[in-house]
């Protein structure tokens, strides 16, 4: 029997919370990477842009989703002149 899941982290065991903040934080990372990549920024000048460290730009270019809270990626679209929304819809 072929089980159904309603997201990748519901099937990798996460709560319902946690998959929520996962997700959020997946989709902030990439729209960040997104961001940096279509400006053709090398990691040394989109770590200044977003006013955090090379390494910690590497982390994020890197997926490390588990070296970033909420609240750092959104600083870091702020850092950009970015505003950060979300959209709440039931699951």
């Avoid at 997946?26 to 279509?38: D, F, G, K, N, V």
Wanted: proline share 1%.
């Amino acid at each position: 029997m072929i089980e159904e899941f309603n997201s990748v982290w519901d099937a990798l065991g996460f709560s319902t919370e946690e998959g929520a903040n996962l997700e959020a934080r997946a989709s902030l990372m990439r729209e960040l990477r997104e961001i940096i990549r279509s400006r053709s920024w090398t990691q040394a000048v989109a770590a200044k842009q977003c006013r955090v460290s090379q390494p910690r730009l590497n982390d994020l270019m890197r997926g490390r989703i588990d070296k970033f809270s909420i609240d750092a990626l959104v600083n870091m679209a702020a850092s950009l002149g970015l505003r950060v929304s979300f959209e709440l819809t039931a699951a």
